[in-house]
């Protein structure tokens, strides 16, 4: 057999909305069946995100979030429709462990298709919204592991659980008034440093 067909009936995940409601702003809002859909290649073939349009209880059609484990750096690429990249570095105890309620930096990037590549540090959560009206289609360099028990859906690379715990990221990305608004997610104790671009911050 072809060795780069060996894995091809492991590369498509889908993110159906009851694993989204963990970290929705209001999980109980009525959302699509899938929120977006993941083509795992790897680093040699890529992997390519579909994000649907639209919002869920105001809340912009957002990916997960994670955290890699370990120093592993990543970096989008922005295929078509348009978005906001998330990122944010969690502070640290004197041990050096994650401490998942106090955000040390946090960022809100604009991009879309046409958008210069995007370089995610090995330290800093990431997550990607769809604020258009058609998909949000983004292109990544990070690994796979077909060896693993769910290598596309849920890498080995990539802590969920402290986007999880905390129900997102240190902000939503809603709509307000037509337009993207970045809205705080009470749960977080502290942000000590923030860039929103030219987003808007409403409580
Ligand atoms: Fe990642």
Redesign the pocket.
């Given at each position: 057999m072809n060795e780069r067909f060996q894995h091809v009936d492991q590369h498509f995940a889908l993110r159906p909305n009851s694993k989204m409601q963990e970290v929705l702003m209001d999980p109980q809002a009525e959302g699509p069946a899938n929120h977006y859909y993941m083509i795992r290649g790897g680093k040699d073939q890529t992997n390519i995100t579909v994000l649907e349009p639209g919002t869920v209880g105001g809340e912009y059609i957002k990916t997960y979030g994670?955290?890699?484990i370990g120093q592993?750096d990543?970096t989008y690429k922005f295929l078509s429709g348009e978005g906001v990249v998330l990122l944010q570095k969690l502070a640290s105890d004197e041990k050096g462990n994650m401490i998942p309620d106090m955000v040390e930096e946090f960022k809100a990037i604009e991009v879309g298709a046409g958008h210069e590549p995007l370089f995610?540090p090995a330290s800093y959560g990431?997550l990607i919204i769809n604020t258009g009206s058609t998909y949000f289609t983004t292109a990544?360099d990070?690994p796979v592991d077909f060896e693993e028990r769910d290598p596309v859906s849920l890498?080995g690379?990539?802590n969920y659980e402290l986007v999880q715990r905390m129900r997102g990221f240190a902000f939503y990305l809603v709509e307000h008034e037509g337009k993207p608004a970045l809205k705080i997610n009470v749960m977080y104790k502290d942000v000590r440093n923030a860039e929103f671009g030219n987003l808007p911050v409403i409580s």
């Open positions: 994670h955290y890699h592993l990543e995610i990431h990544d990070s890498p690379h990539a």
